[in-house]
């Protein structure tokens, strides 16, 4: 097969490609801006480029992205849904050690109101929403996503130290929406204990 033909095409393309740029770059210094003109440009540009750079860098190294996988549930029956039936919520754990946090948000309030996990431990929570859009974010980790109607949202977090973290609703749902929370307790790793039950059905883990 010819192949010069072909490299002599893409490079003629090339070439054009670069003349129309250095004409544009040309055309482009001609043009009079203002000295302001060029400030708020040259701060624009620099903001564009830190909020691409935070974009990056929760991506790679804080580990938020978008929703890798597309899950449905049928919102108007969780009560009949085995996993997230009401005595099916709240933390449970494997046997091989994992834990998974099932909860339920609805106006104006996430289910269960209450949960005790370990510090420094990575865990999965799965969130459904049994009437409109919801939105959950927990400060000083990476849950901050939305909990659309007949979808599960799935994130893997973990939460540095032990205290108290509120849960919070970061989507507008309704007139109740500023006393929509939640609480987890943290617990040191050492201290935690894992619940009785696998899946938990209330106690001292879940109110």
């Known amino acids: 097969m010819q192949t010069e033909p072909v490299k002599a095409k893409y490079e003629q393309r ?5 003349a129309q740029l250095r004409d544009f770059y040309v055309q482009l210094r001609a043009i009079h801006i203002d000295q302001l003109e060029r400030k708020w440009i040259t701060i624009s540009m620099i903001v564009i480029g830190l909020f691409v750079s935070i974009i990056v860098i929760d991506a790679f190294f804080h580990g938020v992205n978008p929703p ?5 549930v049928d919102s108007a029956s969780l ?3 085995k996993e997230f039936a009401e005595d099916n919520l709240g933390v449970q754990v494997d046997d091989k050690g994992n834990i998974t946090v099932k909860m339920v948000a609805g106006r104006y309030s996430f289910f269960p109101k209450h949960i005790d996990v370990p510090a420094e431990t ?3 929570f799965r969130w459904v929403s049994m009437d409109v859009l919801h939105g959950v974010h927990i400060p000083m980790t990476n ?6 109607p007949g979808y599960v949202a799935e994130i893997t977090t973990s939460f540095p130290k032990p205290g108290e973290y509120p849960v919070l609703c970061n989507e507008y749902c309704g007139l109740g929406h500023n006393h929509m929370w939640s ?3 943290v617990i040191a790793k050492e201290d935690w204990e894992t619940p009785v039950k696998s899946p938990v059905k209330g106690g001292s883990n879940n109110e």
């Open 143 to 148: 849950m901050s996503t939305m909990i659309v």
């Open 122 to 124: 990575p865990l999965t």
């Open 79 to 81: 009560h009949l849904n």
């Open 183 to 185: 609480n987890i307790s």
């Open 14 to 18: 090339l070439r054009d490609l670069s």
């Open 68 to 72: 890798s996988k597309v899950e449905t």
